[in-house]
C-alpha cells in the first residue's frame, strides 16, 4: 500500500521556520517527482513547490520563491520542505504528493490534479 506520511507543521510566528517532512511508506519514492501543496480555508488548493526525480530540478510558486527550499533524500524516501521567513499567509493545511515519471531528468509538474498519491496533510499556522 502506497502512503505518504507529512510531519513537522506546528505554529511559530512571523518570521519563523519550520520544516516539512515527507515520508514514502510502501513504496520508492525514485520513482516520482514529488510535490508540496497548501490548502487555506475557503480557498482551492495550490501547488507550493515540486521536486523532479534526481533532485536536481526544483519549481516554486512565486508566492514563496526565496523562502521555501524543497529537496528530498531519496535513500532515506524522504522529501522535505523549508520554510523560512513564514508569514500569515503562509498557514494552510500542507500536503505532499507523487506522481510516476518515467525519466529520472524530466521536470517536475505543479500542476495539481497531475498527481496521483497525496499524503494527510499537515497544519502550518503562522501567527503572532
Known amino acids: 500500500q502506497l502512503l505518504l506520511v507529512e510531519s513537522g507543521g506546528g505554529s511559530v510566528q512571523p518570521g519563523g521556520s519550520l520544516r516539512l517532512s515527507c515520508a514514502g511508506s510502501?513504496?520508492?519514492?525514485?520513482?516520482?517527482?514529488v510535490g508540496w501543496f497548501r490548502q487555506a480555508p475557503g480557498k482551492e488548493r495550490e501547488a507550493v513547490s515540486c521536486i523532479n526525480r534526481s533532485g536536481g530540478s526544483t519549481n516554486y510558486a512565486d508566492s514563496v520563491k526565496g523562502r521555501f527550499t524543497i529537496s528530498r533524500d531519496n535513500a532515506k524516501n524522504m522529501v522535505y520542505l523549508q520554510m523560512n521567513s513564514l508569514k500569515p499567509e503562509d498557514t494552510a493545511v500542507y500536503y505532499c504528493?507523487?506522481?510516476?515519471?518515467?525519466?529520472?531528468?524530466?521536470?517536475?509538474?505543479?500542476?495539481?490534479?497531475?498527481?496521483?498519491?497525496w499524503g494527510q496533510g499537515a497544519q502550518v499556522t503562522v501567527s503572532s
Open positions: 510502501g513504496f520508492s519514492l525514485d520513482y516520482y517527482a
Open positions: 504528493a507523487v506522481v510516476p515519471f518515467p525519466e529520472v531528468q524530466a521536470m517536475c509538474s505543479m500542476t495539481t490534479r497531475e498527481y496521483e498519491y
